[in-house]
């Protein structure tokens, strides 16, 4: 039996769903693929109907703006909503030597260490990317004090990298 470097446990916040799901929305290529092509196409078309380049430009960069705030609240409003009910779950997440193992009432998960593509630590929350629109997040408030938080985040970036921790 292997026994955990670390054993987590906290419980998940609407605060921690929210920026999980702006960081997951913000990697959405489709997003600023669409916006941009939206965008060069209004303006070609006001530059087709004679209108000034500096109108034209503001009138697209408008478009722009307002396409990406829509898409930044209605993706996560469709995201919350669809995990309204993980929202206050006490989550244990347990960092073995192979795995992570994360498990809460509704279900159990287990996350190979070859499988993370990036760890990203913040002050607040530490993210492990796990590929397309799946995305760890454990935060800080899950250990005791500043010492441990820094030894998590670089076992799991050495765990990451391959390099053993």
């Known amino acids: 039996m292997e026994y955990p470097v670390f054993q987590l446990k906290f419980t998940l916040t609407w605060w921690d769903l929210l920026t999980v799901t702006l960081r997951l929305t913000l990697r959405q290529k489709l997003l600023w693929i669409a916006a941009t092509t939206l965008s060069a196409f209004h303006f070609w078309t006001r530059i087709n109907q004679h ?5 034209a430009f503001a009138s697209a960069l408008q478009m722009f703006v307002v396409l990406v705030l829509i898409y930044f609240t209605a993706i996560p409003l469709m995201a919350m909503l669809r995990r309204a009910r993980t929202a206050g779950l006490e989550l244990t997440v347990d960092v073995l030597k192979s795995q992570l193992k994360v498990s809460h009432a509704l279900a159990a998960t287990e996350f190979k260490w070859n499988t993370i593509k ?7 929350r530490l993210y492990l990317d796990l590929g397309p629109g799946q995305m760890l997040m454990i935060p800080r408030r899950a250990l005791p004090d500043a010492t441990h938080w820094n030894q998590l985040i670089q076992y799991c970036r050495n765990r990451v990298a391959g390099k053993s921790a």
């Open 51 to 55: 209108a000034d380049y500096g109108a």
């Open 118 to 124: 990036q760890v990203n630590a913040g002050s607040e």
